[in-house]
């Protein structure tokens, strides 16, 4: 027996239990290739090439007291369409689907390609991504990291002899533990792994193996580069007075959020649509990104370590070599770094949205934060807590996964504290994004889902219930005559009819096939002990009665009573009504919000 074989035997928890481990490993060693890979890079074009200096978060042997310089400042253009260039040479010459955010393209391998990821997207996904990044471009590398564990899952689905749906669970919990393992944030991560598919809706099936996967993921990577969260944690106490400012800020964060996605996917259909090479218009958006950069070094890369240090208050860090004032270019981060990445990744380049989204929250709320400050001194004495509940709000309503980054932000910031707060804010952005998505490749719930398709048409029939059709009264008594049924029969084109006795209680089923040539009372013909539905019945069960009795109607019966015929034309209009109730929800839900 195969090893494939072995664990399809497996009864599930087991078999999970098995395969979440292989995952996690995955996840572990992959998400350890790309952060060295990145570093390199970064040493390679930043480093030698422009001669810059960029801060390390803290959970990245990062320091506060950072000092910026950058050598050849006037090359960072420079570098960053030599990395456009590279990018676009290798994922247009071997993989196509590597370009974009890696995790978008998970997600649709999920939904529409049965968990199928090209082996080579691998290799490319990796390199360009690290690239891009290393070499100054505005993108985050949790993206790719979910596209490389997602294809690694999927390969090892392959190789396991996996199903089509336990490949697809491979594939999610894949992205759940290369997310959650590269931010080191594993329960945040494995719960993303169930929310991420959907705008509304939970996979809870690859909750239990991401958690398995997340855990051995992250004790892997965390070996290797520290176990510190990425911001170290704040230590700052709660105050519930502050909560109504919160309020504000998910409203805030809820709009540019919404900017961000449609400035994303504007920019991105424009390049799409523009009569050019290809494998030149990564080059075209690494030079606008480029010459951003020249006014804000601070969009360059992830930016993990600005984070950090608006999040301690040294902003006289944050710097800009132009004569912008340090108030001015708070107030412009967020807006550049949304072009920035726009620029990146909508144009073809190869990286993540996810920590972009965090650094635009992080900032926003940096600058909410400093006027609540000069409004409410004494209440906020900080903007710590508002560069956190930024990043939270922002990102958790533009990717419609609310819970995994309220989760996945606590563990990056270490700030539990601030989770009222942060849940306020959180639910405020994600209404104001109302149905859009970050993640074009997300379906509205489980029902909208390829994946899910035979699961909800076959089970249609199982939810709809014989009281949502029209019942019809047609019957015959036990004492009337065969010539009465016969024609009642004739009249109403049916090959059987029910038969009750004087009270109305149900005695079986008339056949016109016995009672051609015949004489006499109908009871004397009916064929007793047939089966019936109740008004609670569902349409599969009465489709199965219809089956046995050779009919197409079937009787509904109550406490012994005959209430009717249900016929098969009116449950399938019940089923048509109830199908484009359905279809209806998605589109109802979407202008509620």
Avoid at 122 to 131: E, G, N, T
Avoid at 330 to 339: A, E, N, Q, T, V
Wanted: aromatic share 10%.
């Amino acid at each position: 027996m195969s090893i494939g074989e072995r664990l399809n035997s497996l009864p599930y928890l087991e078999k999970w239990l098995v395969l979440g481990v292989i995952l996690g490993i995955v996840a572990g060693l992959s998400s350890l290739t790309f952060y060295f890979a990145i570093k390199a890079m970064e040493y390679v074009f930043l480093t030698h090439l422009v001669g810059m200096s960029i801060p390390r978060p803290l959970g990245e042997g990062g320091s506060l007291d950072f000092l910026f310089r950058a050598g050849r400042y006037y090359l960072i253009p420079v570098s960053m369409v030599i990395g456009g260039a590279i990018s676009g040479l290798l994922v247009y010459t071997f993989a196509p689907e590597a370009e974009g955010h890696g995790t978008d393209a998970a997600i649709s391998a999920f939904h529409y390609r049965q968990g199928k990821v090209r082996w080579r997207v691998i290799p490319v996904k990796l390199i360009a991504s690290a690239v891009t990044i290393g070499s100054g471009g505005s993108a985050g590398r949790e993206g790719p990291t979910a596209q490389l564990s997602a294809g690694i899952g999927s390969m090892m689905a392959d190789l396991l002899g996996l199903s089509p749906e336990d490949r697809r669970k491979a594939v999610a919990v894949g992205i759940g533990a290369g997310i959650g393992t590269i931010f080191k944030t594993p329960i945040g991560g494995a719960i993303l792994a169930a929310e991420i598919l959907y705008r509304r809706d939970l996979e809870t099936d690859v909750i239990y193996p991401s958690i398995i996967a997340a855990a051995v993921g992250y004790s892997i990577f965390g070996s290797v580069v520290g176990f510190t969260p990425i911001f170290g944690n704040y230590l700052g106490a709660f105050n519930p007075f502050r909560l109504p400012l919160y309020a504000v800020l998910g409203l805030v964060a809820g709009g540019v959020g919404l900017l961000y996605i449609k400035s994303f996917y504007g920019i991105q259909r424009a390049f799409r649509k523009a009569a050019l090479s290809p494998y030149l218009k990564p080059v075209i958006g690494g030079a606008g990104a480029g010459l951003i950069a020249l006014l804000a070094p601070e969009v360059m890369a992830t930016g993990y370590g600005w984070i950090n240090l608006l999040e301690y208050e040294r902003l006289g860090e944050i710097v800009s070599i132009t004569a912008v004032p340090i108030v001015v270019l708070l107030l412009l981060l967020p807006f550049l770094k949304i072009l920035a990445t726009d620029l990146t990744i909508g144009s073809g380049g190869s990286g993540g949205v996810f920590a972009p989204g965090m650094f635009i929250g992080a900032f926003l709320g940096g600058d909410l934060g400093l006027l609540f400050h000069y409004l409410f001194p004494q209440l906020v004495p900080s903007i710590a807590p508002f560069v956190i509940v930024g990043m939270i709000s922002l990102f958790g309503g533009a990717a419609k996964a609310p819970l995994s980054v309220l989760i996945m932000v606590t563990e990056m910031t270490g700030s539990l504290q601030l989770l009222p707060g942060a849940m306020i804010a959180v639910a405020i952005s994600y209404i104001v994004t109302g149905n859009n998505s970050i993640y074009s490749s997300q379906v509205p719930t489980r029902r909208e889902s390829p994946a899910h398709a035979d699961e909800y048409e076959r089970s249609m029939l199982a939810t709809i219930k014989v009281a949502q059709c029209k019942l019809r009264d047609l019957k015959v008594y036990a004492y009337s005559s065969v010539e009465d049924a016969v024609s009642i029969m004739t009249q109403n084109n049916l090959l059987s009819i029910p038969v009750i006795d004087g009270n109305g209680g149900f005695i079986g089923i008339a056949y016109l096939k016995d009672l051609l040539g015949k004489v006499g009372a109908v009871g004397a013909f009916a064929v007793r002990g047939v089966p019936t539905v109740g008004l609670r019945s569902s349409l599969e069960e009465a489709w199965e009665v219809m089956a046995k009795t050779k009919s197409r109607w079937v009787p509904v019966v109550e406490g012994g009573r005959l209430l009717g015929v249900a016929m098969m034309d009116d449950m399938v209009e019940a089923y048509r009504k109830e199908a484009e109730r359905l279809k209806q929800m998605p589109r109802q839900a979407g202008e509620a919000a």
